[in-house]
């Protein structure tokens, strides 16, 4: 998996439709078809507020297709708040998409695994994955059942659905991951997004599987294009990911640190050295 050449730009996109899924869950589509065209499943964009008065917030692409791309999010302080807020015939500028997005050419088999809003950003996997006549199993965590928004829609494109809860109102009581590790039917490759403590721990059952596994890695970026350098994670050099700058040391360490913005958010679980 290499950085992907970026094909970001500023798009003036026109607010269609809002849905609140659950509580403080906030669905917006949007009239961005130039977006849509470019999109790569698991690439994010930038949504900048309307009052131009707070920062940037980095969003995972959830749908795209036609003319609308749509954006899901938790409400979680001022700036998502304000973009809560956004109704249908409002603009909105987004820059994207950015990242480099999730590699699935190969799989036939795939488990993908989300926590919490990291649903957000594996349905355009998930669909890719069926297209091209892969099975995929959803494994789906929240707190509670009613945080498990848009199952059935994941149902509905073909995947197979296995959920948690950590308060036993669904499914399996206790960690995603965990669910997965008992799986008697080991995928041939897992895609994961969420919290980071769950993406530990699907490295972790990948690597007792001996499966690969691409993890998309959730941060708050300061710029979401590289240029801050305020979003580094530890990567092994040798990786086709590793940046070209700062140019390595000879005889130096075998660890570089790669900006998840720029040269992920994707990242092979086996080359991460959290």
């Avoid at 708050?220 to 580094?232: A, K, L, Q, R, S």
Wanted: with cysteine; aromatic share 6%; glycine share 10%.
């Amino acid at each position: 998996m290499a950085t992907v050449a970026t094909s970001a730009a500023l798009h003036h996109a026109l607010v269609l439709d809002r849905q609140e899924l659950a509580q403080g869950v906030v669905l917006l589509g949007f009239d961005a078809p130039e977006l849509v065209r470019v999109t790569r499943p698991g690439q994010f964009i930038m949504a900048i507020p309307p009052s131009g008065e707070r920062a940037a917030t980095a969003l995972g692409i959830y749908e795209a297709g036609g003319n609308r791309a749509s954006v899901m999010f938790f409400v979680v302080g001022k700036r998502t708040a304000e973009l809560a807020s956004l109704g249908v015939g409002d603009r909105i500028a987004l820059f994207g998409p950015l990242g480099n997005g999730f590699t699935i050419d190969r799989s036939r088999n795939t488990a993908i695994v989300a926590g919490g809003v990291g649903i957000a950003s594996v349905l355009l996997p998930a669909q890719a994955l069926l297209r091209a006549g892969a099975r995929v199993r959803l494994y789906y965590g929240a707190r509670t059942a009613g945080l498990l928004v848009d199952r059935e829609r994941f149902a509905r494109e073909g995947c197979e659905v296995l959920v948690s809860t950590d308060d036993a109102s669904m499914g399996h009581a206790g960690y995603v991951s965990d669910l997965l590790a008992q799986t008697d039917d080991p995928p041939d490759l897992i895609l994961a997004c969420g919290p980071t403590p769950m993406l530990r721990a699907v490295a972790r059952v990948a690597q007792e599987m001996n499966v690969p596994a691409q993890l998309s890695l959730e941060e708050t970026f300061g710029c979401g294009v590289g240029g801050c350098w305020g979003c580094v994670v530890p990567l092994v050099r040798t990786s086709e990911q590793s940046p070209s700058f700062p140019p390595a040391e000879r005889d130096g360490s075998d660890v570089v640190y790669a900006r998840v913005c720029r040269e992920g958010p994707v990242f092979w679980a086996h080359e991460l050295r959290w």
